[in-house]
Nanobody, 111 residues
Framework: HVQLVESGGGLAQPGGTLSISCAGS????????MAWFRQVPGQEREGVAS???????DYADSVKGRFAISRDNAKNTVSLQMNSLESEDAARYFC??????WGQGTQVTVS
């Protein structure tokens, strides 16, 4: 049974920090590229950051220099450290394994 479970969302002030994580199970986590997407109601889901199985990362221009994605294949987790948060970062954040599997998301509020 494949699961991706996000955690760590919540409320942060503008300029603040927040870290969210995603725990995977039921699939070969280490062989998948992992990514974070976010979605605001009424808008399309957008890619935020990705990390391939070798640790190579990529970021949306809007978060470069502020967010950092990392993974721990031994623990089957992927994390997103979010710094210098802006009101535009408020969204529901989803982790995905190569878009094959998706979590339910965790809400990030910046206010």
């Amino acid at each position: 049974h494949v699961q991706l479970v996000e955690s760590g969302g919540g409320l942060a002030q503008p300029g603040g920090t927040l870290s969210i994580s995603c725990a995977g199970s039921g699939f070969a986590f280490g062989t998948y590229a992992m990514a974070w997407f976010r979605q605001v109601p009424g808008q399309e889901r957008e890619g935020v950051a990705s990390i391939d199985k070798n640790g190579k990362t990529d970021y949306a221009d809007s978060v470069k220099g502020r967010f950092a994605i990392s993974r721990d294949n031994a623990k089957n987790t992927v994390s997103l450290q979010m710094n210098s948060l802006e009101s535009e970062d408020a969204a529901r954040y989803f982790c995905t394994a190569s878009s094959d599997y998706w979590g339910q998301g965790t809400q990030v509020t910046v206010s």
